[in-house]
């Protein structure tokens, strides 16, 4: 008798809810699932648009304990009449925007995907900076790259532990090359005598991205390379893990390394450009004080806008048929459809960890 009633009262809420749900937009909730398509770059750019949104920073501690319980709810279908799908999604994305995926611990703020725009933006404008001087250009490169070390670790996949030893050697590399890059091009510009001040001044902004690109492509290679040599997971075309390849490991870091130079374009080459012309203005050739608010906005614009746009660009998993042979030749029994590198880089919190 307690069964049927606890059956009936389940039915019963769910019917509720289906009827508040007819009246919204939402699209039908799924657990741990993204809310937007991601076959198409509007989806997807939505999708990043929800994860990097900063106004969750100030979600307050009740509202996330309400927004767990009611994924909680959902989960063992005790969910109250009237919950719609909307209610759903915000609560999934509080979860997901301030807790682990894997540990469901909260993540210090700075290091938050919604806090990586408010919290990255003044390092930005560090780095974009005129006339920087040796010290200068050394501090703002390795905040940078100390910066998205942190970011990459508090997001990490903690269901497969990595040796503290390879984040380590990742960020030392990243450092390096970003400094002597950024250190080494600065010392070129300012020897070359065939260039007026105005010319070096501009060159020397557009210096940043080769030095972070550099720095990004070294990060890949040296928390990677293991994957050359194991392979990584290759999936089938309903996510059921099929085995390991060699060569989805060499597709997915030439890609992977690919987008770590593409992606810093629009937010460090795109302020330098906009900043030139904006200083030939008659309001800022009068008001030099303002030149630094200005650039300040500039880099927030094309943080905020530019990045989301770059990410959504590139799917999360890499489709290719070709590699169910491959797969099989390494004696890994697949079913047959389309095969999903599983590239652990092309997740979006280590995306947007790696984009400056």
């Known amino acids: 008798m307690a069964d049927t009633a606890t059956t009936a009262s389940a039915a019963a809420a769910a019917a509720a809810a289906s009827a508040a749900n007819a009246s919204t937009d939402a699209p039908p909730f799924q657990l741990g699932k993204p809310r937007f398509q991601q076959t198409s770059f509007y989806g997807r750019f939505r999708h990043f648009l929800d994860i990097i949104d900063p106004r969750t920073l100030f979600v307050t501690e009740r509202r996330l304990r309400e927004a767990v319980q009611l994924l909680e709810d959902y989960k063992h279908g005790t969910l109250r ?88 050697q990742g960020y030392l590399g990243a450092v390096i090359s970003a400094v002597s890059i950024a250190v080494g091009l600065n010392v070129l510009v300012q020897k070359a005598n065939k260039f007026t001040p105005a010319t070096r001044l501009l060159v020397q902004r557009f210096v940043p991205f080769p030095a972070v690109a550099s720095a990004n492509i070294c990060n890949v290679v040296l928390m990677r390379y293991g994957e050359l040599e194991e392979g990584i997971d290759v999936l089938d075309g309903d996510g059921n893990l099929v085995g390991s390849s060699k060569i989805a490991a060499r597709h997915a870091l030439l890609e992977t390394a690919l987008t770590r130079v593409v992606l810093p374009m629009p937010i460090l080459v795109l302020p330098p450009i906009v900043m030139s012309m904006l200083e030939k203005t008659a309001l800022l050739q009068a008001r030099p004080r303002l030149l630094l608010p200005v650039q300040s906005l500039v880099c927030l614009a094309a943080f905020g806008l530019a990045l989301p746009l770059a990410i959504s660009l590139f799917p999360q998993m890499s489709e290719n048929q070709a590699l169910v042979g491959a797969a099989r030749m390494q004696q890994v029994v697949g079913g047959v459809g389309l095969v999903a590198l599983v590239a652990w880089l092309v997740d979006l919190r280590y995306y947007c960890g790696q984009a400056r």
């Open 81 to 168: 009449p009237g919950v719609t799908n909307e209610q759903l999604w915000s609560a999934q994305k509080i979860k997901q925007a301030i807790l682990h995926p894997d540990t469901n611990e909260k993540i210090f703020m700075p290091f938050r995907m919604s806090g990586y725009i408010p919290f990255g933006t003044p390092i930005v404008v560090g780095l974009l900076l005129p006339n920087q001087t040796l010290a200068s250009t050394v501090f703002w490169q390795w905040l940078n790259q100390s910066h998205n070390a942190c970011v990459n670790y508090a997001n990490r996949n903690a269901t497969k532990p990595s040796p503290a030893s390879k984040f380590i």
